[in-house]
């Protein structure tokens, strides 16, 4: 069984820093590009920040470029993949879920219906 959960969100003032952290288990996730997109009331599901296998590629919305930065161990059974994020503001508040994309040739890609396996996303929420 696939799991996929995302742990780290919370509430932060308008400046500050999160790190948000993704553990993928349950089958073996060897290949698997891992993404991070966010959803904020009303709107769609953005794409954040994604990350090949090697961790070698990666690939930011031009929105977080230089302030969020994405991560992966693949040390471990389970997988972990990380997203720091810095220089927070009130457009970055949205419930952030972490996904895996098992495609085979481990494409670097931006659209959430590419991705196979979801978490049930955390909450991060921007204010003073």
């Known amino acids: 069984q696939v799991q996929v959960l995302e742990s780290g969100g919370g509430l932060v003032q308008p400046g500050g820093s999160l790190r948000l952290s993704c553990a993928a288990s349950g089958r073996t996730f060897s290949g698997y590009t891992m993404g991070w997109f966010r959803q904020a009331p009303g709107k769609e599901r953005d794409f954040v920040a994604a990350i090949s296998w090697s961790g070698v590629s990666t690939h930011y919305a031009d929105s977080v470029k230089g302030r969020f930065t994405i991560s992966r161990d693949n040390a471990k059974n389970t997988h972990m993949v990380y997203l720091q994020m810095n220089s927070l503001n009130a457009e970055d508040t949205a419930v952030y879920y972490c996904?895996?994309?098992?495609?085979?040739?481990?494409?670097?890609?931006?659209?959430?219906?590419?991705?196979?396996?979801w978490g049930q996303g955390t909450q991060v929420t921007v204010s003073s």
């Open positions: 996904a895996a994309d098992a495609d085979p040739f481990g494409v670097v890609r931006a659209q959430a219906i590419e991705y196979d396996y």
